[in-house]
């Protein structure tokens, strides 16, 4: 995602008020400007055209990311006024094109778009749990991307040491992150992946499990969507990839692979899925799937070299990556996408990328 996408407006902020609606507004204007209309023109394809393979993959990236923000929509608490309001047209201009205009006729984009149109029709329309969009509580220096001026393989001794460093913003572990331009860090604590567990921990690649999963018995429908989940599935379009710490529990009774105590940073991960995933109790949560990236873009430092404190050398570590890496096709396929984090609001390796307008709430 570039810097001028995630480039929110002045924030108007009310604790009566169910969404930040002026940075909402300018956000599904630059969505207007930056996916739909390229599907509508193929302005995309101008200069692929003697490259038919990179412009349908183009189209299908753009529709992946349209239909993620039209199922984010279905669930966003907002008034009518926000389709129909003159000034506030482009949202409803935009689910016009998306069901009128042929570019999207062979897409589920459609359908999505339909379906909004009739739920806003309504004088009101809302999730049952609100959801305000703007940053997750936590300290402003955390609601940066990329690494943020951290290393892999660093520790702290305790989650205050974290946020001082610009790691991870809460004071408490879990998620961090905007439900607009995706999440900003992630925690695994010792003890939370295995048997029974919301989350499996492999190291190079995650399963995470979100809020209620544990306790939800519902068999039929997910939980309410959160601030936090609406900012994992951002990360999915965005392909903006995510910090992730793991830390030591006293009430852990196996260390796992996080360090036997304090907090360690290990690297960027992307968020490439999302699928429902069942508890013991049969009860349904959303379980996303996370993979490290290249060893470019964690400064050289491969997940076992983070376990063990020490950088290993450029070889060692290409071998250790190379051996793992093999052994999943999926994480083995995710190196050749490295190129697509090029363009986004900071090259890797460098610090923190800033969502210029955003505001932490601490």
């Known amino acids: 995602m570039s810097a001028h996408e995630a480039n929110y407006a002045d924030h108007e902020r009310s604790l009566r008020s169910v969404i930040d609606e002026k940075s909402f507004i300018q956000y599904l204007k630059q969505e207007h400007n930056h996916v739909v209309v390229p ?53 409803g201009k935009t689910l016009d094109i998306i069901c009128t205009d042929a570019a999207f006729n062979d897409s589920a984009c459609k359908e999505a778009a339909q379906e909004l149109k009739n739920r806003y029709a309504q004088p009101f329309f809302g999730a049952r749990d609100t959801v305000t969009v703007g940053p997750s ?10 690494h943020n001026g951290l290393t892999p393989g660093q520790t702290w001794p305790k989650s205050d040491a974290v946020r001082e460093a610009g790691g991870h913003g809460p004071p408490q572990g879990g998620i961090y992150g905007h439900p607009l331009s995706g999440a900003f860090s992630i925690t695994l604590k010792n003890g939370e992946s295995g048997p029974g567990s919301l989350n499996r921990d492999e190291g190079i690649k995650l399963l995470y499990g979100t809020r209620g999963g544990a306790s939800e018995e519902d068999k039929k429908t997910l ?12 990360s999915i379009r965005t392909k903006v990839p995510v910090r992730v710490f793991r830390f030591a ?20 991960y992307k968020i490439t899925g999302v699928q429902e995933a069942v508890n013991e109790k049969h009860g349904k949560f959303e379980q996303f799937t996370l993979e490290r990236l290249s060893l470019r873009d964690n400064k050289g430092w ?35 996408e490295r190129t697509l984090f090029e363009d986004l609001n900071e090259q890797p390796g460098s610090g923190g990328g800033n969502v210029p307008g955003e505001v932490a709430e601490d």
């Open 39 to 91: 599907l509508q023109t193929r302005s995309f394809a101008a200069g692929l055209a003697g490259n038919p393979g990179k412009a349908n993959e183009t189209a299908s990236a753009l529709l992946a990311r349209l239909r993620a923000l039209l199922d984010m929509l279905k669930d966003a608490p907002m008034t009518s006024d926000l389709c129909n309001n003159v000034e506030k047209v482009t949202f």
């Open 137 to 146: 509580k936590g300290t402003a220096k955390c609601a940066k991307y990329w």
């Open 223 to 234: 939980p309410a969507p959160s601030r936090e989940t609406y900012s994992l599935r951002a």
């Open 249 to 268: 529990s006293e009430s852990a009774k196996q260390v796992g692979l996080g360090p036997a105590t304090g907090w360690r940073y290990d690297g960027l």
């Open 302 to 336: 491969s997940f076992d070299d983070c376990c063990s404190g020490t950088k290993s050398s450029d070889e060692e570590a290409r071998k250790q990556t190379k051996e793992r890496l093999e052994t999943d096709e999926e994480v083995a396929a995710a190196k050749a």
